[in-house]
């Protein structure tokens, strides 16, 4: 289908490091690829915050960007 695009995702980081929600600040302009990127974080594993030592729920963001070469 030869979409391209950048998608940025703002996600909540539980305190066992697992994304607990992810949502879409930024459209790609692609469903497809905006979805396939969402389910690509909930697989990633993240260091969580930390507050006084004790692991703390964060949000942080990222940007996946699909590229055909």
């Known amino acids: 289908m030869e979409e391209e695009g950048t998608v940025t ?3 909540l980081i539980g305190v066992d490091g697992k994304v607990i929600q992810a949502d879409i600040e930024k459209t790609s302009g692609f ?3 905006d979805e396939a990127a969402r389910n690509a974080l909930s697989k990633c594993q993240f260091r969580p915050g930390t507050v006084d030592g004790k692991p703390e ?4 963001s990222i940007k996946y960007t699909w ?3």
């Open 31 to 33: 469903n497809r690829l």
């Open 9 to 11: 995702l703002k996600f």
């Open 67 to 69: 590229r055909l070469e």
């Open 57 to 60: 729920q964060s949000w942080a």
